[in-house]
């Protein structure tokens, strides 16, 4: 059975940093794509980054570019997000996700794509 579990998310202020952990059961192992996401109240959940787990290929939506990053730590079935110069607009949900296909070695950032998902880390950030 395929299990992701969150961690790290809290309240900060305006240009603070947090690092979100995404554990995976051992059968993540198998997962070929791993994605980051995010929903705020009354929006669509939206992409934030993903990572190719076989080639460290990372892909980040423009509104996140430069001030997140994505990274895996395979031995520990363990997906991070670490998140600086955060802004209250960053405010939502934050979900890990796993996909087990990545057609043509591409992994997309889009909801559809990813058959796992963890309950999610609420990120607060106050201006």
């Known amino acids: 059975q395929v299990e992701l579990v969150e961690s790290g998310g809290g309240s900060v202020q305006a240009g603070g940093s947090l690092r979100l952990s995404c554990v995976g059961s051992?059968?993540?192992?198998?997962?070929?794509?791993m994605g980051w996401f995010r929903q705020a109240p009354g929006q669509e959940r939206e992409g934030v980054a993903r990572?190719?787990?076989?080639?460290?290929?990372?892909y980040y939506a423009d509104s996140v570019k430069g001030r997140f990053t994505i990274s895996q730590d395979n031995a520990k079935n363990t997906v991070y997000l670490q998140m600086n110069n955060l802004k209250p607009e960053d405010t939502a949900m934050y979900y890990c996700?796993?996909?087990?296909?990545?057609?043509?070695?591409?992994?997309?950032?889009?909801?559809?794509?990813?058959?796992?998902w963890g309950q999610g880390t609420q990120v607060t950030v106050s201006s």
């Open positions: 996700a796993a996909a087990f296909r990545a057609t043509g070695g591409i992994c997309p950032l889009a909801t559809w794509y990813y058959q796992y």
């Open positions: 051992k059968y993540t192992s198998s997962s070929k794509c």
């Open positions: 990572i190719n787990t076989g080639g460290d290929s990372t």
